[in-house]
């Protein structure tokens, strides 16, 4: 959960991304809160690196939003809302790569 007044972003760096490894994101999966607070998620922006994959619009009861990425390839997936004296909660972020297309990480 992030607080007002600060940068309202939640970002995670992917395996190998100090390295340079990118990945071809499908989707990222957001799991919302499930009490009377679920409206916070409303205009959470979902990106892949640099890229936008999409927008999260609130819709009541609903506590599975669905992001398609269409590839998008990058090191970190962030979601953010523009309004720095809103509050983020997310209860579980999943990012799905088809596995096929899963980079190698290089060992040293």
């Not at 799991?31 to 916070?40: L, S, V």
């Not at 720095?84 to 899963?102: A, F, H, M, P, Y």
């Amino acid at each position: 959960m992030t607080q007002p007044g600060n940068k309202t972003q939640w970002t995670v760096d992917l395996e190998g991304s100090e390295v340079g490894v990118k990945y071809p994101v499908e989707r990222v999966i957001v799991y919302n809160r499930a009490d009377d607070k679920q409206e916070r998620i409303n205009n959470t922006k979902v990106w892949v690196g640099d890229e936008m994959c999409g927008q999260i619009t609130y819709q009541e009861g609903k506590k599975v939003y669905f992001v398609e990425c269409g590839g998008a390839a990058g090191s970190k997936i962030s979601l953010s809302l523009e309004d720095k004296e809103s509050i983020l909660t997310l209860c579980e972020v999943q990012v799905i790569v088809k596995s096929r297309n899963v980079p190698n990480i290089p060992t040293y």
